[in-house]
């Protein structure tokens, strides 16, 4: 099933490339994270992913932490830090010094143009991620509606996000979804 | 001010002296950072603006704007690359380890225990249950969030950037390509394509 190799190192270079490669932030990662970790290594099942990103957005902090509680099932606390460490590092030291080379010639057009052409991509990979999600955690159609219902509410009302997980813990705890 | 102060010129242009507070001391970002970061729901950039801005007044609004801008458009998570720059920005590579020890540290810890409690009682069938119902939720939530953001694009009528965003969308979603190859392929395509139709609407 795995590979030989100490999960800790499979986990630091896993998410040290997809650090680099996670235009549009963590939740444009989702599909490459569940790839890899249910598809590829096999790690945990669709329900324990679904599970993860729930934990995730329902704790403080920012959304890439899940990350830490994939990398706490594949190898305890070494993998919770390594898999965290990973993902957060080299994107910051880049972020680093492109913010440095920018403010020193700042009259170049190439930051505009690479921004504009990255917004789509990014948006994509998000739309990639809402369908990865739901195929794992839309188990009936009553919960498709729920969540379709839910995205609604959310971008029509300002209405904030704990009522929403409140809702489907209620509906998922009583057996609705 | 040091030398790699990555932008001394933005500060002492065009915002009042008045509108800036003295940079914070490195155990002060540190603090700050985490504050923002274990506020709650609804993502930590909304906190890091208001403590940043309203609260600390370490930057202008603009100066804000300009920052997350910048991390936006670079990979990786957009709040992570905000705290290591804006840190670096008021305290040099000190104050950028700062922000991003305290922005993420703390919420680790938590996420840790989390994942620990996970392993331990993620069988129990009431909280399998309630864990379903809440990621039908997340998904939700999600899907709001990507809505908001597809709006500017649907709005302009930007065919080519619509396309892109669909064959991510394919590629990625239905076929399950590999992130790597998949965005190898699609940014210069993307960046060309941007570049070819900026120069026929400015020519």
């Known amino acids: 099933m795995n590979t030989n ?16 490669f996670a235009v549009g932030g963590a939740n444009a990662a989702i599909p490459e994270m569940h790839r890899i970790a249910v598809e590829v290594h096999h790690w945990m099942t669709d329900k324990q992913f679904a599970d993860l990103y729930a934990i995730s957005q329902l704790s403080p902090g920012p ?16 993998g919770a830090l390594a898999a965290t460490f990973a993902m957060c590092v080299p994107t910051a030291v880049f972020a680093y010094y492109v913010s440095r080379l920018l403010a020193r010639k700042s009259r ?23 369908l990865v999600l739901a195929q794992t955690a839309d188990r009936s159609l009553l919960a498709a509606l729920f969540t379709g219902a839910v995205a609604a509410a959310a971008f029509a009302t300002r209405l904030n996000p704990f009522w929403m997980f409140l809702a489907g813990g209620i509906l998922g705890f009583t057996g609705v979804i | 001010m040091p030398p790699d102060q990555p932008s001394p010129a933005i500060p002492a242009e065009g915002v009042p002296a008045a509108a800036t507070q003295p940079p914070p001391g490195v155990i002060a970002l540190f603090f700050a950072f985490a504050k923002m970061s274990l506020a709650g729901f609804g993502g930590v950039l909304y906190w890091a ?14 100066e804000f704007n300009e920052t ?8 990786g998570p957009n709040i992570v690359n905000l705290s290591m720059v804006f840190g670096a920005r008021l305290k040099g590579i000190a104050g950028g380890l700062a922000a991003f020890t305290g922005l993420l540290v703390p919420p680790m810890l938590i996420m840790t225990l989390l994942a620990a409690l996970y392993a331990r009682y ?10 379903a119902g809440v990621s039908c939720a997340a998904v939700g939530m999600l899907g709001a969030t990507v809505l908001r953001m597809m709006m500017p694009l649907l709005k302009r009528r930007e065919v080519a950037g619509v396309v892109m965003l669909l064959l991510v969308f394919l590629a990625i979603g239905v076929a399950r390509l590999p992130l790597v190859p998949v965005l190898l392929a699609a940014i210069p395509v993307s960046i060309a394509v941007t570049f070819l139709l900026q120069r026929k609407v400015s020519a």
């Open chain 1, 5 to 20: 190799a100490n999960p800790v190192w499979t986990l630091v270079l896993t998410f040290g490339v997809m650090s680099l």
């Open chain 1, 63 to 78: 959304n890439v932490l899940i990350v830490t509680l994939i990398g706490y099932v594949v190898a305890g606390v070494a």
């Open chain 1, 108 to 130: 170049s057009r190439w930051p505009a143009i690479i921004q504009r052409a990255l917004v789509p991509l990014s948006i994509g990979l998000m739309s990639a991620s809402i």
């Open chain 2, 49 to 62: 603006r208001r403590a940043i801005v309203e609260q600390h007044r370490w930057l202008s609004a603009d």
């Open chain 2, 68 to 75: 997350y801008a910048l991390c936006h458009f670079l990979p």
């Open chain 2, 122 to 131: 993620g069988e129990i069938d009431a909280l399998r249950r309630i864990l």
